[in-house]
Every structure is written in structure tokens, then in C-alpha cells.
């Protein structure tokens, strides 16, 4: 499976943006789904997860009531809303697939990552 990620920019302070993650390859909805992100300096770090039919989703604390997981098997895609977005949410956001653990991983498959910069 190919994954590529897109859809991150420079967003102010509060605003949002909508991260895709296309799959090329194989279908997707074979495959639970989740997101991490790696800050400048820091450890990557699991955001969200989304079992293959979307019926399960598992966020980070730091993420709850803010980002929402979702995919579309159809279009073999997977995405993440993020609202009300915070200067410590800078960084780069990968896509990733086929874990042994939602959470924890490890992930099979990874895509490029797309970044995402918080600030006025």
C-alpha cells in the first residue's frame, strides 16, 4: 500500500484544516488507519486511529473534541478534521496503516507526511 498525505498548511491560531490520505495500491478497507504527527525535536505520537470499517475511532487527549477521523472506503481515503487548531499542534502528520495496535502500533505501512504550521 502507498499512502500520501496532503491537505496541511499555515493556518492561524483557531482555524482549521482538513488532511487527506490517499491510497494507492491496495484497498484500504482492508486496513485499520490512524494518524501521528512529529514535532521539531520531539518523538512522533499517535492522534487518531479508525478501524477498516469506521465504526471504531480512538483519539489522543490532547486532540478530544477538536479533530475527527474519518475515511471512505469508496474512495479509498482516509482524513482528519481539525478545528480549533493551537500553536502546539505544529507539525508533520503522517498517515499510516495496518497496525498490530491502533494505538500503539507498530504500522505497516506509512505515508510522506504534510505539515501543518500554527501561527499568527
Known amino acids: 500500500v502507498q499512502l500520501q498525505a496532503s491537505g496541511g498548511g499555515l493556518v492561524q491560531p483557531g482555524g482549521s484544516l482538513r488532511l487527506s490520505c490517499a491510497a494507492s495500491?491496495?484497498?484500504?478497507?482492508?486496513?485499520?488507519m490512524g494518524w501521528f504527527r512529529q514535532a521539531p525535536g520531539k518523538e512522533r505520537e499517535f492522534v487518531a486511529a479508525i478501524s477498516w470499517s469506521g465504526s471504531s475511532t480512538y483519539y489522543a487527549d490532547f486532540v478530544k473534541g477538536r479533530f475527527t477521523i474519518s475515511r471512505d472506503n469508496a474512495k479509498n481515503a482516509m482524513y482528519l478534521q481539525m478545528n480549533s487548531l493551537k500553536p502546539e499542534d505544529t507539525a508533520v502528520y503522517y498517515c499510516?496503516?495496518?497496525?498490530?495496535?491502533?494505538?500503539?502500533?507498530?504500522?505497516?505501512?506509512w505515508g510522506q507526511g504534510t505539515q501543518v504550521t500554527v501561527s499568527s
Open positions: 495500491g491496495r484497498t484500504l478497507s482492508n486496513y485499520d
Open positions: 499510516a496503516a495496518d497496525p498490530r495496535n491502533m494505538r500503539r502500533g507498530p504500522y505497516d505501512y
